[in-house]
């Protein structure tokens, strides 16, 4: 298995708009960010994942890219751009960009121009097309709800939206699109950064045909996935995109990847396949959602989660490479969903946190994980912004759900749980911002803030810092195998990982019960270190795991 710094690195993901805001207008800003850079250094990451700050009208808070080089004015300049760029190289610390290319803003310059007229020169950078018996081409069903067509009055032609109907798709069957877009991520590598985050590129690639999904339950529209997850051309266009910019920098990619498989993300991720470095698989996220969806929230089940995790673990070992992650912008906060926010809080989110950075992958940490953010629950739907939640719950009422049943959904699931504003100190809006903050912040920002954290040497923040320690400390971690323990019990998530002579046993305690496991008959506990615990060391033999707790055992042969 290759070398590689990205194998090795840690990686933080900015959400711009919810980080820190310098100017008090309640939006987070590059100067913001700027001022922050000492906190993520002591953090000890080694790369920065910033959400989109590319020009938009802010539909999907940004995904929607009016301009790809031009920085967006409530973030601030190019210039303060240019800075913030700087002043993380000088500390060490590598920036990836988000690349969003399966689809732009409709206020794009490309798509202004591509609808005003049939035969414009621009049409063909979009997927247009005729309706079909006086109704939409083809009964596809938009990510956000709806219909996944518009219709355009002007040419009396409909375009695809597999987002929001502000987010026109991309047509990828064109080569003149292609270059344009290799063209904008060679002016963002040459101006220094050090990769890209790729939004759903999986979806790139459509079935030319466009054909009408199943539909077994008649519903309006259906998801028509199997035509544009993982198309026909998608890895023509990942190795074009490779070798026409991405082969000539030394440059770290992760491919937002919804319904990819193990099998597929080897052939993504392969280091002879020159398409891109890891994927972010979406399997593990649905582990509480029910038939109905990420909506039909039912209670997650251990057993399944780890059949997920050491699937990927296994499959990809030597193969590809794996993404590590809880949260981001797009998930609710990990301490709540799997934790346990209340009484355990500290410890189950330590606990949370060995589970997955013990992996084999690249751990990336959403901005607040290391403080131990919760969800948070509004009480009015007028509190919420996400596109997504807004459109459900509209949906929802319009079917006739009760509105406080709804919400329970979002209180769980909805996205804007990983956007209310970072927790920095006590005072009013957690320090976010003097100003009044484009989305109301979680009200036990006084308890929960990075201030407290760093004066607490127990706190969560030094966890995530030693666990980022160790990586850098044994190779075991990156390169290691992985074998699962315990694959049925119902409480207790333990595995080892091997590399030469050296093993580590990673023990996991996800209940608020006491469980008692019987020794691993190849892993003499007694020989072990304790490389990092959230637990106090305590009389008991160590196969007695107090509630949420975590403990990771190192040998060397």
């Known amino acids: 298995m290759t070398k590689k710094w990205w194998k090795e690195s840690v990686v933080y993901q900015i959400y711009p708009r919810s980080f820190m805001d310098s100017n008090g207008d309640g939006v987070g800003d590059i100067k913001g960010i700027i001022s922050k850079l000492d906190y993520l250094k002591k953090l000890g990451i080694d790369v920065i994942w910033l959400s989109p700050v590319y020009e938009s009208p802010n539909d999907d808070n940004g995904y929607d890219i009016s301009d790809y080089k031009k920085i967006m004015d409530e973030f601030g300049t190019m210039a303060d751009w240019e800075e913030m760029l700087g002043e993380m190289h000088n500390r060490g610390i590598k920036l990836v960009m988000d690349l969003v290319v399966n689809h732009s803003s409709d206020e794009h310059g490309w798509f202004v121009e591509s609808r005003k007229s049939k035969d414009h020169p621009y049409r063909d950078y979009y997927i247009w097309r005729e309706g079909k018996d006086g109704k939409e081409p083809n009964n596809w069903e938009s990510v956000f709800s709806g219909s996944a067509w518009e219709y355009d009055e002007a040419t009396e032609e409909y375009f695809l939206h597999l987002f929001s109907k502000k987010q026109p798709d991309l047509n990828w069957e064109n080569p003149k699109l292609r270059r344009e877009i290799y063209d904008m991520m060679k002016f963002w590598l040459d101006k220094g950064i050090d990769g890209f985050r790729m939004d759903v590129i999986n979806f790139i690639s459509k079935v030319p045909t466009l054909p009408d999904a199943p539909n077994p339950e008649g519903k309006p529209y259906a998801s028509g996935h199997e035509y544009f997850m993982n198309g026909p051309r998608i890895h023509e266009f990942l190795q074009e995109m490779n070798q026409e910019v991405l082969s000539h920098y030394d440059s770290m990619t992760v491919g937002e990847m919804p319904g990819v498989t193990p099998e597929e993300a080897v052939l993504y991720t392969g280091e002879d396949r020159n398409e891109v470095n890891m994927v972010f698989q979406f399997e593990h996220m649905d582990v509480d959602s029910g038939p109905g969806g990420k909506w039909d929230v039912i209670p997650f089940d251990l057993v399944k989660l780890k059949s997920i995790l050491t699937k990927w673990q296994m499959e990809l070992h030597g193969k590809g490479w794996n993404s590590l992650y809880w949260n981001n912008h797009d998930q609710p906060r990990i301490v709540s969903r799997l934790g346990q926010d209340g009484e355990y809080r500290v410890k189950s989110a330590k606990m949370l946190a060995t589970l997955l950075h013990m992996m084999q992958g690249t751990p990336y940490i959403y901005q607040g994980e290391e403080l131990g953010m919760t969800n948070v629950r509004f009480s009015s739907i007028d509190e919420y912004k996400d596109i997504e939640t807004l459109n459900m719950y509209r949906e929802k009422v319009a079917q006739g759900m009760k509105p406080e049943e709804i919400m329970e959904s979002i209180y769980v699931k909805g996205r804007d749980n990983a956007r209310t504003p970072m927790q920095w100190d006590g005072t009013e809006h957690g320090g976010f911002t003097d100003g009044e903050p484009w989305i109301a912040s979680n009200p036990n920002y006084r308890e929960i803030n990075a201030e407290k954290a760093l004066n607490d040497p127990e706190s969560i923040f030094y966890y995530y810092q030693k ?91």
């Open 467 to 557: 666990l980022i320690a160790i990586r850098k400390k044994h190779d075991i971690i990156p390169y290691g195998s992985f074998e699962l323990h315990y694959a049925d019990h119902p409480s207790v998530y333990a595995y080892t990982r091997t590399h030469g002579d050296e093993k580590i046993l990673v023990l996991c305690n996800v209940s608020g019960e006491e469980q008692v496991i019987d020794n691993i008959a190849s892993f003499d506990i007694t020989q072990a270190e304790i490389l990092i615990s959230n637990e106090e060391l305590h009389e008991k033999d160590a196969f007695t795991l107090n509630p949420w707790e975590a403990t990771a055992y190192y040998i060397k042969g």
